[in-house]
């Protein structure tokens, strides 16, 4: 799998998966031990999930404290901007835009006048 895409989504639920699957890996190993080879497949494969696992969950975490590092340093204003109705609303146009199969028709001057005074 490639990285990009192993970091995509949420890294915190994808360690997990990988750890389940690595500790299904290792109950396989130890249940069938006797065959040498099988064993260390299933050992190795067990040692590799739980790796990633591992390793996504510290992602995971330096993601967040990333994330909670530049939350902190936006300023207040522009976080009450950004979540304001107006604001809301505008990215649920651009979205329907875009979404839309047929073009919205371009808005007059008048309109945009009056979206910019109701910011």
């Not at 290792?26 to 249940?31: D, E």
């Given at each position: 799998m490639p990285l990009g895409q192993l970091l995509r989504?949420?890294?915190?639920?994808n360690s997990k998966l990988y750890l389940a699957i690595g500790g299904l890996s290792?109950?396989?190993?130890?249940?069938i031990r006797k065959d040498r080879e099988r064993f260390r497949r299933e050992l190795l494969d067990?040692?590799?999930f739980i790796g990633v696992g591992l390793?996504?969950?510290?992602?995971?975490?330096l993601k967040a404290e990333k994330q909670a590092e530049l939350e902190q340093q936006v300023p207040d204003w522009a976080v009450n901007?950004?979540?304001?109705?107006?604001?809301?609303q505008r990215v649920r146009t651009m979205a329907q835009q875009r979404l839309s199969s047929q073009p919205e028709p371009e808005p007059t001057l008048r309109e945009r006048a009056r979206a910019m005074l109701s910011m």
């Open positions: 989504g949420d890294p915190s639920k290792l109950v396989k190993a130890i249940a067990a040692g590799l390793a996504l969950r510290q992602y995971s975490q901007i950004a979540t304001s109705e107006p604001a809301k």
